[in-house]
Nanobody, 126 residues
Framework: QVQLVESGGGLVQAGGSLRLSCAAS????????MGWFRQTPAKGHEFEFV??????????MSADSVRGRFTISRDNAKNTIYLQMNALKPEDTATYYC?????????????????WGQGTQVTVSS
């Protein structure tokens, strides 16, 4: 049974930082690219790509809105990915989901992801 479990969300003031984690089990973690997406009611619950990382960790991609502020990393020995979020803005408020893609290279579209976590809420106050 595949499980992706996110943690680390919470309430933070604008300009602050948070670190999200996503622990995976039941899949060949080191052979899958991983990513973080977010969803907000204001955007009609659209899955918005945030950042992605290749299976090896050698390649990453970020959305323009978070580039330079958010960093994705992974520890294949721990089957875990991380999202370090700095300089947070109120518009970063969302439910954040980690996903596991079937490909080894970075994927930016949600349809490429096979498994999803349950989500963790991030709220940034102004």
């Amino acid at each position: 049974q595949v499980q992706l479990v996110e943690s680390g969300g919470g309430l933070v003031q604008a300009g602050g930082s948070l670190r999200l984690s996503c622990a995976a089990s039941g899949l060949a973690f080191s052979r899958r690219s991983m990513g973080w997406f977010r969803q907000t009611p204001a955007k009609g619950h659209e899955f918005e790509f945030v950042v992605g990382i290749s299976a090896s960790g050698a390649s990453t991609m970020s959305a323009d809105s978070v580039r330079g502020r958010f960093t994705i990393s992974r520890d294949n020995a721990k089957n875990t990915i991380y999202l370090q979020m700095n300089a947070l803005k109120p518009e970063d408020t969302a439910t954040y989901y980690c996903g596991a893609a079937s490909a080894t290279y970075v994927q930016m579209t949600s349809v490429a992801y096979e498994y999803w976590g349950q989500g963790t809420q991030v709220t940034v106050s102004s």
